[in-house]
């Protein structure tokens, strides 16, 4: 089975907008996994446009399905983590003035970088997942590292999809299977939406989790939030 973590991002940004504490960002990850998430997924930047650090902290003490804490390895989110201890860090390369992840590790080029924080993470007591581009040359480097999985970027799927779905899937089909004969779990996150997201799903039926945010919150203010994790939910069972 396939689960279903929620990035609740966007829902912070919103609140933030106005200053308060509306929306409530505790309240809206309860009532996310009560309609059936299987996991909260959250991106604290240094800036604290959208997810503070305070955020974290808070819902570190009510998430009881999995707590997926995203973000670039500085020192800043290796403290938090170790601190927090939440089920999944999830290591990206962006830098902090990033608008969003727009891209997956050179696992070659950042190894060694990798190999330490990724044991030193592992000491936590938490499961480690490497963001990475569809790319063969990557995955033996990834697991070379000790990350327990890799999360693969899906952007670029995203947008051949509407256009060519069979040559748009075909890389990740690729490297997917070879992430499984590594003995590495798999995650996917990127521009995935009720669109989308079956027919990945039937092409890769072992994915371990997806982590949407940005369209499954854009589609909640059409349908609920209730009713969109449920047709997320259906669209992995698939």
């Given at each position: 089975?396939?689960?279903?973590?929620?990035?609740?991002?966007?829902?912070?940004?919103?609140?933030?907008?106005?200053?308060?504490?509306?929306?409530?960002?505790?309240?809206?990850?309860?009532?996310?996994?009560?309609f059936g998430a299987q996991g909260i997924t959250v991106h604290p930047r240094p800036d604290e446009r959208h997810i503070r650090y305070q955020d974290v902290l808070d819902l570190s003490k009510v998430v009881t399905t999995e707590f997926n804490i995203e973000g670039y390895p500085d020192k800043r989110y290796l403290e938090m983590v170790k601190l927090v201890k939440p089920a999944q860090a999830t290591l990206v390369p962006d830098p902090p003035e990033a608008i969003t992840s727009n891209t997956g590790w050179d696992t070659i080029a950042h190894q060694s970088m990798l190999q330490d924080i990724v044991a030193e993470l592992k000491e936590s007591g938490c499961r480690v997942s490497i963001f990475i581009n569809p790319e063969i040359k990557y995955?033996?480097?990834?697991?070379?590292?000790?990350?327990?999985?890799?999360?693969?970027?899906?952007?670029?799927?995203?947008?051949?999809?509407?256009?060519?779905?069979?040559?748009?899937?075909?890389?990740?089909?690729?490297?997917?299977?070879?992430?499984?004969?590594l003995g590495l779990g798999l995650n996917a996150g990127h521009d995935l939406?009720?669109?989308?997201?079956?027919?990945?799903?039937?092409s890769i039926p072992f994915l371990d989790e997806v982590?949407?945010?940005?369209?499954?919150?854009?589609?909640?203010?059409?349908?609920?939030?209730?009713?969109?994790?449920?047709?997320?939910?259906?669209?992995?069972?698939?």
């Amino acid at each position: 089975m396939t689960k279903l973590s929620v990035n609740i991002n966007k829902i912070a940004t919103i609140r933030n907008a106005r200053g308060a504490n509306n929306p409530n960002l505790v309240q809206v990850a309860l009532d996310a996994e009560r309609f059936g998430a299987q996991g909260i997924t959250v991106h604290p930047r240094p800036d604290e446009r959208h997810i503070r650090y305070q955020d974290v902290l808070d819902l570190s003490k009510v998430v009881t399905t999995e707590f997926n804490i995203e973000g670039y390895p500085d020192k800043r989110y290796l403290e938090m983590v170790k601190l927090v201890k939440p089920a999944q860090a999830t290591l990206v390369p962006d830098p902090p003035e990033a608008i969003t992840s727009n891209t997956g590790w050179d696992t070659i080029a950042h190894q060694s970088m990798l190999q330490d924080i990724v044991a030193e993470l592992k000491e936590s007591g938490c499961r480690v997942s490497i963001f990475i581009n569809p790319e063969i040359k990557y995955f033996e480097p990834a697991k070379e590292t000790g990350a327990d999985r890799v999360e693969l970027y899906t952007e670029p799927y995203a947008s051949q999809y509407p256009s060519d779905r069979e040559k748009a899937v075909k890389p990740y089909v690729e490297v997917a299977n070879l992430a499984k004969e590594l003995g590495l779990g798999l995650n996917a996150g990127h521009d995935l939406d009720l669109e989308n997201l079956a027919f990945l799903k039937h092409s890769i039926p072992f994915l371990d989790e997806v982590s949407i945010g940005h369209a499954l919150v854009c589609d909640a203010l059409y349908y609920g939030l209730e009713n969109t994790i449920q047709m997320y939910r259906r669209r992995l069972e698939l």
